[in-house]
């Protein structure tokens, strides 16, 4: 018999993490095999209305984050940006063959913060700035029925974990000539987890909890180098790959000791390839191509990311329309693959002062691993996100 399964996520902050994987519990899933959680495509709504491309525009001051490169084109004096995102319904519908009831959902709140400063405007620019770079909260609930009375429960889980790999950023852009520019960010990575597992034996009337808590701490480096043609703009971003290390806690409910051991976490190495052309005085267009080096990692491939998009200003106005499509396939060798359409819009209530918005909605397909979902159940995702962006240069 097969049953189908509805679960719906509810929104919440955004804490972004990596699964831990001890006896006995099922904490994980399709996603977590990325040791450091999932990878947010893009931290602000100007990346995220036109397909979570990387741009070169200044307007918002999280986008060095990324690109240290739009750096050296800075024209204003100062630029400022605070964005935030809400990743508001997660919908799996589960097929499964067993009597088994998941409960899957994830909670995305990714949030950025920068300030850049033009010491030439246009020639040489610092900026500073954090963001959350990838995510992996969820909650899980699974329930194990009896094969012989139906619709008795045996044994129930429930697993929460929040946590962040929080990205904290130095950044410099030094354009040579008027129409190169170069970028140069220093990162320091923070990796953190809290995770509380329940295990309820319903036949022997017991609980079981386990609570972890882990730290780790690495650093990387963002390259890039872009060209401006008229109204072309080409770069190439590096950002180097990291490994994190620091301590994790496990306590259990049966032992009033802490098993503490140290733990490595990795994110991988990516290189961007960013087409930005306004071929008119109303439209522009983005092209990226991600490059993303998961095959170090045992099990895992390299991925290429697609991520397109556009903006149409209309002349004598103060707002843009976006759009935007991206295609990510997964990084294990029984891969799936995601893809999105996005759309959004920028408003400038002044010349100093702008308001973004942008809009994500994706499916995602693919049939589970063993880690919390068993091989043979097929998930069908629909992912939807809402990114507000403020900016403000002078």
């Known amino acids: 018999m097969v049953n189908k399964i509805v679960c719906t996520q509810k929104p919440g902050i955004s804490i972004l993490l990596a699964i831990l994987l001890t006896a006995d519990i099922y904490a994980g899933s399709q996603l977590s095999r990325n040791l450091t959680g999932e990878p947010l495509l893009s931290y602000n709504a100007a990346c995220t209305g036109v397909g979570n491309s990387v741009r070169y525009s200044i307007d918002d001051a999280t986008m060095f984050l990324v690109n240290p490169g739009v750096l050296g084109f800075m024209e204003a004096r100062a630029v400022a940006a605070f964005n935030l995102g809400v990743l508001p319904t997660d919908e799996r519908v589960i097929t499964v063959d067993e009597p088994v009831y998941h409960n899957f959902g994830i909670t995305q709140f990714p949030a950025a913060v920068a300030l850049a400063y033009a010491i030439i405007p246009s020639r040489l620019s610092i900026g500073i700035g954090t963001a959350v770079i990838r995510d992996n909260s969820y909650f899980h609930e699974r329930y194990l029925y009896s094969p012989t009375a139906v619709g008795v429960r045996v044994k129930s889980q429930k697993v929460s974990q929040h946590g962040a790999v929080d990205k904290y950023t130095a950044g410099i852009g030094w354009a040579p000539v008027k129409f190169l520019s170069t970028g140069l960010n220093i990162n320091m990575l923070n990796y953190y987890t809290n995770t509380t597992d329940l295990t309820s034996d319903y036949l022997l009337n017991r609980e079981y909890i386990v609570n972890s808590k882990a730290d780790a701490t690495g650093y990387g480096l963002d390259l890039s180098a872009g060209f401006m043609v008229n109204d072309i703009r080409i770069g190439l971003i590096f950002s180097s790959d990291s490994t994190l290390t620091g301590t994790q806690e496990v306590m259990y409910s049966t032992s009033t000791s802490k098993l503490s051991t140290e ?51 209309p002349q004598d106005t103060d707002y843009a329309v976006r759009y935007g499509f991206f295609y990510t396939p997964f990084y294990a060798d029984d891969a799936y693959s995601t893809a999105g359409v996005t759309t959004g819009a920028v408003y400038r209530v002044s010349d100093n002062f702008g308001v973004d918005l942008a809009i994500q909605y994706a499916k995602r397909n693919y049939i589970g691993d063993g880690t919390f979902f068993g091989d043979t159940q097929q998930i069908d995702e629909t992912l939807t996100k809402c990114v507000v962006g403020i900016s403000i240069k002078y």
């Open 263 to 313: 733990i490595r976490k990795y994110v991988p190495a990516e290189t961007c390839l960013v087409y930005e052309h306004k071929f008119s005085d109303i439209h522009t267009v983005i092209f990226n191509l991600r490059w993303v080096n998961n095959s170090v990692l045992t099990g895992n491939r390299n991925t290429l990311i697609l991520t397109a998009g556009g903006e149409c200003k």
